[in-house]
C-alpha cells in the first residue's frame, strides 16, 4: 500500500502528539504519586526528575 506524502505528514505528526500524551500522561501520574495523590510505591522523586528531563527537555529543546 502506498500513502501520499501528505499522508505520511500526517501519520508522522499523530505519532507525535500520541508519544507526547503518554509521556505527559505518565509525568502526570509520577507528580500526583509524588503528592501521595496516586498509589504507586517506589522512588518517585528520582523518576520523576528522569522523566521531567527526559519527555519536557526532548520536546522543548
Do not use: C, I
Request: charged share 20%; proline share 2%; hydrophobic share 40%.
Amino acid at each position: 500500500m502506498k500513502f501520499s506524502a501528505n499522508s505520511l505528514a500526517v501519520m508522522d505528526f499523530l505519532r507525535e502528539v500520541f508519544t507526547f500524551l503518554t509521556d505527559d500522561g505518565l509525568v502526570g501520574r509520577l507528580t500526583m504519586s509524588q503528592q501521595e495523590r496516586w498509589p504507586k510505591g517506589g522512588y518517585t522523586t528520582s523518576e520523576l526528575e528522569h522523566s521531567l528531563l527526559n519527555v519536557y527537555g526532548g520536546w522543548l529543546f
